[in-house]
């Protein structure tokens, strides 16, 4: 049974016994997880709260804008900006960077984040999330800009996501290990549930919008079809598929459980190399996924390894169990011979 401790307990239990969390990491990391449950009220209060359906606005990505993204989004640029802690925030709800206004003191650090990721699932009930990562600014970098988040994603010094379910759950790494913590809403705290998850490294879950079969290219469709064909096929076993349309939700149903989660690139945006964001979706979902024992390419490279070129980069998505991930790699050299 995991210890019942606070999320400040274990955070400065990790800083005193490994060193690898700095204070100011520490701070900041409570300041968004205080964050976080600022949004799960929000999001749980839903039409009592008046904050479902649309905002009548789009975002840098041309999204419909749901009235708790922008809610979100505020939430986390009002509790961030004025702690000392950053240097700048980046948003997939804002086309530029945001630099800490300057009657307040600056750090080193650089959050990103996509606020309330899965929103089209907001009105309906369905789990969302908070994803957020953390970089580290350039030693002697002179200001700030949005080069100074162009980083690939190995260098991220945490990363983590609040899912808003049927239990608010935070999950976080600092780069050794995964831990969780389930909201106590009586006292109003993050308390220690899991430490040390581990992704099983064989699945038989996928998770893919299926719906898209028709513009995916052939290694992707070769890997489904074998899915599909069950214990009759090459496989040798039965396949069980999962689409919830909240990579949250999708992401911690593999963390909790294993799986592997795809939105390859495909033919609706041949110019796109994918649909979801590189610097706030996948690179912090592949370091909790690597640091669970899982594996996260653009199914053919390691994400985390990508050195993005913009703010907004899209990626192809392929993660979660290490032999799954690795088999569709194989399959995209294959096509490539
Ligand atoms: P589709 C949500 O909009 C999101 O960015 C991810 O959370 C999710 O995995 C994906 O898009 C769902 O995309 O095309 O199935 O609606």
Not at 112 to 138: C, E, Q, R, W, Y
Not at 167 to 192: C, I, K, N, P
Request: hydrophobic fraction near 40%; proline fraction near 4%; charged fraction near 25%.
């Amino acid at each position: 049974m995991t210890r019942r401790i606070s999320l400040t307990q274990y955070l400065i239990e990790q800083q005193r016994q490994h060193g690898h969390i700095p204070q100011e990491l520490r701070l900041l990391i409570e300041v968004v997880a205080r964050a976080c449950k600022r949004i799960a009220i929000s999001v749980t209060k839903g039409a009592l709260g008046e904050v479902l359906g649309t905002a009548g606005s789009e975002n840098v990505q041309g999204e419909i804008q749901k009235k708790l993204d922008i809610i979100a989004n505020e939430v986390l640029i009002e509790a961030n900006e004025w702690g000392g802690h950053l240097a700048a925030m980046a948003s997939e709800e804002m086309e530029g960077i945001y630099l800490v206004p300057n009657r307040f003191p600056k750090g080193e650090y650089l959050l990103m984040f996509d606020p309330l990721d899965g929103s089209s699932n907001i009105d309906v009930n369905v789990s969302i999330g908070t994803i957020f990562s953390v970089l580290k600014k350039a030693e002697g970098s002179k200001g700030v800009s949005e080069d100074d988040f162009l980083q690939p994603g190995k260098q991220q010094v945490a990363a983590g996501y609040c899912v808003y379910g049927p239990q608010t759950t935070l999950v976080l790494t600092f780069g050794a290990g995964v831990a969780m913590f389930t909201l106590d809403r009586e006292q109003g705290s993050f308390v220690l549930t899991q430490e040390g998850v581990k992704i099983p490294e064989d699945t038989k879950e996928f998770a893919i919008n299926m719906s898209n079969m028709r513009h995916w290219d052939a290694p992707v469709k070769r890997y489904i079809d074998e899915c599909l064909a069950g214990e009759e096929g090459p496989r040798g076993k039965n396949f069980n598929m999962r689409w919830i349309a909240s990579m949250v939700a999708d992401v911690h149903r593999i963390l909790t459980r294993g799986g592997v989660f795809m939105y390859p690139w495909d033919r609706r945006e041949p110019n796109k190399a994918g649909k979801l964001r590189l610097m706030y979706e996948a690179n912090p979902m592949a370091f909790l996924v690597e640091q669970a024992g899982g594996a996260a390419t653009n199914a053919r490279q390691r994400i985390m390894d990508l050195t993005p070129t913009q703010l907004h980069e899209r990626v192809a998505v392929v993660l979660g169990s290490k032999n799954e991930v690795e088999r569709v790699t194989a399959y995209h050299l294959d096509s490539a011979q």
